[in-house]
C-alpha cells in the first residue's frame, strides 16, 4: 500500500468518512469537519499511525496533502 | 494626516500625477517617499526613526536566515529579527503604561516617558515579522530590493491601520510595471468614496449615540445601556471598515490591490466565523503566527493544548490594543468564547440536529442573534473608559431605561436619530449598489449616485471626529 493510500485510510477514520478520497492538492477546504481542532486529531493519528513526529517546521508550512505526502515519504526514507 | 484630512485631498492627486508622469523604473521611489512624507505628518520623528529599523533590521535578518543553510543558524535570525522588529513596538507601547504603574505602586512621579503616539508601529511591525517567518519557512524569497522591501512595510494606503499585507501577497505587485487602467481607476475612487461615506457620515454619526452614554454611564441604566453598545459595535465596524475601503481605493490608483480585511462580521453565526470575517489580516496573523506554532506545540494535550493556544492567542490579541485591563479582559473574553466552543460543539451539533437542522432559516438567523450579543459584551471592556464603568454596564443592562429618551434617542433631535437608523438598515445596499456602480453602462445612473453619495458626504458628515479608532492601536 503507498503512503497515499496509508494516509487516505486515516483521513476516512478521522473524519468518518468512508468514500473520502484525498489527492496531493486536498487541503482544509475540500474536506467537510477538516477546522483547526480537526487537523490537530489528524496529524496526531498520522504520527501514532505511522509512528513518526513531525517538526514544528514542517507542520506549519504544509499546505496540501501533498506537502504532507513528502514530509512522510521524507521522514519514513531516513528510518 | 489622514484620510479625512484637508491635506489628503492634496496630497493623493499630487502623488498620483507624480507617479503617473514618473519613469516606471522609478514609480517605487516616488511612493517610498510619499509614504515617508505620509508619515512625517505626524510630526514624530521617533516614528520614522522606528519605521527605518523595523525596515532595516527585517531586510538583513531576512536575507541572512535565507541564505543559511544550517536550521539553528536560521532560527537564530529569525528570532534575533523578530527581537528587533518587536522591541521598539513594545518599548513607544507599553513603556508610558508601566510607568504609570510604577508610579502608582511605588509612589513616585516619573515622566521620563510621556505619552507617545504609536500610529501604524503594530502594523508594520507585524508584516515585518509575518515576511520573516513566510522567509523561515521557506513559503517566499526574500526581496533584494531594498527600496522595494522598505516600500512593502511603509506603502501609505495600508500604513496607519492595515490592511496587514503579506509579503507574497504585495511584493509581486510592487515589482510589476505600472499600467493605466481606467476601471480600476474608476472603482478606486468609488471604494474610496464609499469609504469615506461609511467614517464621516455613519461612524461619525453613531459615535454621537456611543459617546453620549460611555462618556457618563451612570446617568444610563437597562436599554440605554444595550442601545448604546450596539451603536459603538456598528460605529467600530463602520470606522475600520470605512478606512479599509478607503486604503484600498487608494492602492486602486497605484495599481495595487490590498486584502479585504470585512466580510459582514455580524452576520456571523459563531464567535469562530465572527474571526474569519473581522480584522481578517490581524485574525490571519495571529492564527497563524501565534495560535497554530502553540496549537501544534501542544498537540499531545488534545482538547486541552488548543483551548489553551485559542486563550493565550487572543489574550495577546487584547494586550496589542492596548496596555489597559479592558482590552485584555476584551481578548480574554474572546479566548474563552473559542476555547468553550471546543467543548459545546458536538452538543450543539446534537441540539441543532434534534431542531432540524443548522441550517434551517430562523436557527441561522438565532445564531447570529447570539453571537452578535457575545461580541458585543466583550464591546462593553473595548470601550467602556475603565473597567469599573464596563462593570457598571453589563450589571445595569438587565432592567430599567435611565436616560433613554432624553439622554440618548433625542440627544441629537428626532431628525438625527431617524436618518442615523435609515442609514445603518439601508448602508448594505448603499454599499453594493456603489460597488457594482463602475460595472454600470448608463453613465447618467453612475453620476447621479456618484452625485448623491458626494451630496451626503459634504452635507451630512460629521466634522468633529477625524481621528480613526484603530489608528490608535
Redesign the interface.
Known sequence: MTIIERLNQTFRLVFDDDSLQIHPHTTANDVDGWD??SH?NL??TIEATFRVRFT??E???QRNVGDLVADLERKLAGA | MTFTSVSWFLFLPAVYLLFRYSADRWRWLVLLLASYGFYASFRAPYLLAVLLVVTGASYLCALRIAASQE?SRRRRWLWGGTAACGAPLMLVKYLPALQTEANSLLGVSWTFCATLITVAVSYFTFQAISYLADI????EEPERHFGRYALYLAFFPKLLQGPIERGGDLLPQLRQPYRFDYQAMRSGLVLFGWGLFQKVVIADRLALYADQVYDRVHDYSGVSLILATYAYAFQIYYDFAGYTDMARGTARLFGVNLTENFNAPYRATSVADFWRRWHISFSRWI??YI???L???W??W??G??AAALVITFLISGVWHGATKGFLVWGLLHGIYLASA?SWQPVQKRVYGWLGGEKRGWLKWWRVFVTFNLVCLAWVFFRASTLADAWYVISHSLYGMKGLRSGLLMSQGLFELLFTLLLVASAGTIGRALKSLPEQRSAARRWCLYYAVAVVILFFGQATKSSFIYTKF
Open positions: 483547526s481542532l490537530v496529524i496526531t514544528q517546521k507542520l506549519l508550512k | 536550521e523561515y519557512l521557506e513559503l492564527l497563524d495560535f497554530k506554532p496549537q501544534m506545540g498537540r499531545h488534545g482538547k493544548g488548543t471546543i
